[in-house]
């Protein structure tokens, strides 16, 4: 999956508080032409990149290294998280808690989840995220995260809500109950954090390295 999706901005709705001077907010039934021909551009952009990485391209296959800051209102926890994909159904994530030192392994391959690390031997599901969920008591929805991790909407139900920054780049979007918000250095840049809210549960991620599969 390629990085940033930089369009011209839109009209949309008005800036709401907290968002950057210039910022545009558009909803998926919008009427306004500027905001259809961007979210038209944005879904133009994913099946690009969709067909990419089904004709094997090497830009579906990535590595990122970086803090995540998780909390579900009934408990938080930091940890380090190395990311690795592998195309677009596979991916291993590492996360390793640094005050208690434990740390998990998930990896997807296709339809199955393994969690490793746990007391009592690897788990599995068909759900990577209800896997996470009963084991560690985190909220984190790993298979839309691949996406959003990357400055995309996530495969699947179509955001309600879009969010374009002055400089035109998709800066955050409203999906599956969670609120997305990506922070770049540049307009065309890959992220550098992202923050993922729904009701009491909070994922922040800060990016420290971007790399390809073979460590580059």
Known sequence: MAGALLLAGCAGQAVKPGLPAGARVCDARDTDAGCQTRIAAINAGMAAQLASAAAGDPGATWTMQGRAAISTGKQSGNARIEWQQQALDGYNVTLSAPVTRQSWQLEVDGATAT????EGGPRTSPDAALLLREA???????ASMAWWLRGWPARG???????FGPAGALIGVEQDGWRIDFTRAAADALPTR?????GESRVRLVIDQWGDATGG
């Open 194 to 198: 992202i923050n993922a809210e729904r």
């Open 136 to 142: 560690t008591g985190w909220d984190i929805p790993v």
């Open 115 to 118: 969690l490793r690390g746990l």
């Open 157 to 163: 139900n179509a955001p309600s809500r879009y969010v």
